[in-house]
């Protein structure tokens, strides 16, 4: 198989992935497309341009896997529990290490830590989470050699040419990471549709790449007079039973037969809620199997069902509050429902994605309760007591809205009936929606829905 047959397998699948997973791009990029090279060619130039490239010896621990060269303090040696032998690989990604030497293109990375450390300093969160940060400051303050940015061509013909001189290939990490920039049309001219998109705001990255993200990519960046990343945020990884995750172990998951078990909503709900930032995550379908039961199906699937049921409101207008004063009774959820949009946002914006989810989530607890201890279902039998029960089901369809509102970019389809259901329109369903009341009444949706079915 030639390597551009297996990039094609491999690239399908993710592009089959994403339409199963409910997740739209503007672009999908790959290193092959010919606009791609294109950009790759603009940046090299920019670079040489400007003084940051020359041809020089290099020579270091060379990792294939990784392909990328790391320094002798980034390195140590190993028994193969396999052969018995003595190796050397990466301290910082396990992988095989050989001693190489050839002559080929390098950037002046050096020249660039003081550069780095004041950008780090000036924005506190360029990189997060924290200890993210430390570590690519640490790396920094121990000293950058400058970088390796081309492989000989009769080592590496798989990747674009050096402009000019074809007897060298670009090496891969700077030509992956102008994807960034293709992806925004560069280089830029007038009609560039994507243009406003770059710098982003957020870019998303794995722990294992941040080196590459949080020192070359800005490094290089500042070398072509390019903005900056508002922020990197590099996730933790997946493990199974503690341990990463391998095929040789058996310890994997299958992302298409999970969604398929559970719905594609509560699994990307799962994937958020208990997803690693900081440290890694430990995934078990016994905890979505929880998630679902405990938090979808329990709280919200409950109470939506138990206040939008004909028995409590026949007219099928569902009630507001109209009294400004608040009973007693009702401060507590009041209090709780008025803050929760709030705290969301502020955990969001922390990057604190499971926090942001508690908070929804113990409003609905709170609601759940509220409904509970006034029980409604004598309320109705009762005219006298129409303005209270009025009041009990207000309270509890707010926290459903609201919650609603907060989880469509987790799970847009179900909120999207939970929505219907609760007759909020379209132009009604943003994040300030959630920041305040209802004052209008509105009609119930038409069909009753049961979101969260019990699952086998």
Excluded at 17 to 45: D, M, P, Q
């Amino acid at each position: 198989m030639q390597p551009i047959e297996f990039c094609d397998k491999v690239s399908e699948s993710f592009k089959n992935l994403c339409e199963a997973a409910n997740i739209g791009y503007t672009s999908f990029e790959r290193t092959t497309n010919k606009h791609h090279a294109v950009a790759v060619n603009e940046l090299w130039n920019k670079l040489l341009n400007n003084g940051y490239l020359y041809k020089g010896e290099h020579e270091g621990w060379y990792a294939v896997s990784d392909e990328a060269f790391y320094a002798s303090n980034q390195v140590h040696e190993i028994v193969d529990e396999k052969t018995g032998e003595k190796v050397m690989v990466s301290i910082e990604s396990g992988q095989r290490v050989e001693w190489t030497s050839e002559k080929n293109y390098k950037f002046k990375l050096s020249a660039f830590g003081d550069r780095l450390l004041e950008w780090i300093e000036q924005n506190p969160n360029a990189i997060v989470p924290i200890n993210r940060k430390n570590e690519v400051t640490s790396w920094i303050k121990a000293g950058l050699a400058d970088l390796s940015v081309s492989r000989l061509r009769s080592r590496l013909d798989w990747g674009i040419p050096v402009p000019n001189d074809p007897e060298h290939t670009i090496y891969v990490w700077l030509d992956a990471l102008t994807n960034y920039l293709t992806a925004t049309g560069y280089p830029w001219n007038k009609d560039s549709k994507n243009k406003e998109f770059f710098p982003p705001d957020v870019q998303v990255v794995g722990k294992d790449i941040v080196r590459f993200h949080a020192i070359y990519w800005p490094a290089f960046l500042m070398a072509a007079e390019l903005p900056l990343p508002k922020q990197i945020l590099a996730h933790a990884h997946w493990t199974m039973g503690k341990q990463k995750m391998s095929k040789s172990r058996g310890n994997v998951a299958d992302p298409f037969q999970v969604m398929k078990d559970y719905g594609v909503d509560p699994v990307r709900y799962y994937l958020v809620r208990d997803g690693g930032l900081a440290d890694d995550g430990d995934y078990s379908e016994e905890m979505i199997h929880t998630r679902y039961k405990k938090d979808l199906a329990g709280q919200l699937g409950n109470l939506l069902n138990r206040t939008t049921g004909k028995a409590l409101i026949p007219s099928g207008i569902l009630p507001v509050k109209k009294d400004t004063a608040i009973d007693p009774n009702d401060e507590s959820i009041h209090k709780t429902i008025m803050e929760t949009a709030e705290n969301f946002d502020r955990a969001f914006e922390n990057r604190e994605f499971s926090r942001a989810y508690t908070y929804v989530f113990d409003m609905l607890s709170q609601a759940n309760k509220h409904f509970t201890d006034n029980e409604p279902w004598k309320l109705v039998k009762n005219p006298e007591e129409k303005i209270r029960l009025d009041t009990v089901l207000f309270y509890s369809l707010e926290a459903c809205r609201i919650a609603g509102i907060l989880l469509q970019p987790a799970m847009p389809s179900k909120m999207d009936g939970l929505l219907t259901r609760l007759g909020v329109p379209e132009s009604d369903r943003y994040f300030k929606n959630a920041c305040e009341l209802t004052q209008t009444e509105r009609a119930v949706g038409d069909d009753e829905i049961v979101l969260f079915p019990r699952i086998k």
